[in-house]
């Protein structure tokens, strides 16, 4: 059977094929402002899952799911589009952010046009179920925007809030990519539906996992935090104040909310984190998503697609960036 | 037979009362945004076409029709709300717009979730016919929309240039309303196109008079007229600067490019403009429009609501305002 790893290798390089060669608009300013953001390190997790999704379960699939499964990476291109506009982000992959170099004006409508663009390749699909499902994830996605928005500096947030956050800001997209790569290869709706609780799972893995290392690759003492500087509650935080005596919860909620925090108040807050099992109920609850996502491909019959699915749930909980 | 006017009124209460029983989302701060752009005074003008061009063909359609029509209505009032964020704009339709209110941040966000909205009811239909005509009307405005930003100082625009950008600013849209509706109809996709055609020759007129009116509603000597002072080149300027001889021509320019314009300066404009047909032309334009637009019309069978798009073709060329 095929090393998954290079299987997974070997998709994403005709995801990335396929978005070279496809262009987005036939207009080069749109293209060189997609293309600026679009090839700026991506790593193709949404267009991957969609593939891997369908040819888990029709391995022959045999029509154009690399072009649709772009989709996916419009979408997301998109949202990154309009949340640097949203966060006045000066960079974005350690890069400029697209708003430094062509303004907000010509960002946020690009932004437009990339959804567009997404929902126009899907609409050519011609499938009602399909298109619902898409429809339905961008409306969840662009609510949870204007709530996350809304919630800005809620320290009160409580873990089933920031479970609703991630769900809609991550694990809704992954959830779908991998619903519609299933709906693609022609099975029923109901094991479409196990691809998305899959993908559900995995997205909220991901975005857990992703918090976490917001913390913990910034351990070397270079780095703040960024999530932590900026104030924002992820669940490390959430687990520590539940869990930290009243004296280090106060202390905890301070330096969250100072406004210009150095390394040795980052050192602190990531101490008493560390102490109150923030970041180890962190990882355990990533854990728990990942064993959950992993069940749920049981019922697929054995196949290195299967393989490379579970291969890259696996890898989200090593990875260390 | 009905009076049209009645008809029209009629059709609209009930589009009102659509809009008004129907809430975009479950989240207030969303409902609350986005219903101070809704119920800003709007004409209702493509929800009203839909159902027109739906019951022209089929008067006796018993299904969501006002539901679905609302669409046009969330798809406009979304790039409205980004429209106000890349211009700027300080006020909309004479009160303060969205941004002003609740920032730039959320306009964008609460545009995005309209958008979305749109095509999650558009969706709902299950007809892919529907689906493709959405997707690909809203892939050109939001090109349209980019392309306009490039293009926002040229005063080198050409004729053919000028109706490029307000069949993508405007028409795109009110032709998909039109054709949208005739497709929810039941008629074949043949009838449909020639309510496409009739939709798209009504919104390049209702844009041209828009334009005409900018000036034309201006005379007065209160206002200057808007677009003038914002150096935007439309159809008036366009014609103008065709037949003027080569002293008004560069007058006319270095008047609409000078930054602080005065009453005395637009006024000037406005005889250069008038004695050079300007304004004639433009006005002779919208009226070849609206009378394509109701050849288009030709093929439908006798009825009411035939009679109401006549008589909005028709009004379309005696609005003051």
Redesign the interface.
Known sequence: MENPLNLIKNEISKIEETLQSLRV?Q?P??NKVSEYVLFAGGKRVRPLLCVLSAKALNPDLKNSLYETSLLFEYLHVATLL?DD??DSAEFRRGRKAARNLWG???T???G??L???A??I???L???SI??E???T??L???G???Q??HLDDTEISEEAYYEVIYRKTAVLISCSCKVGALLSGVEDKKAEELANFGYNLGMAFQVIDDLLDYVSAETGKDLGKDFSEGKVTLPIIFALNLAPAQEKKELLRLLKSKDIEAKDFKRAYEIIEKNRGFELTFQKARSFIDTAKDYLQFLPPSPYKEALLYISDYLLTRKK
């Open positions: 608009s207009h300013f749109i309009h506009v949203v907000n004006q010509a946020i409508l690009v437009d046009y959804y567009a663009k929902l126009k899907a609409s050519s011609q499938n009602p298109m619902e898409i429809t339905q961008t409306l996605m662009s609510e925007e204007v709530l928005l809304l």
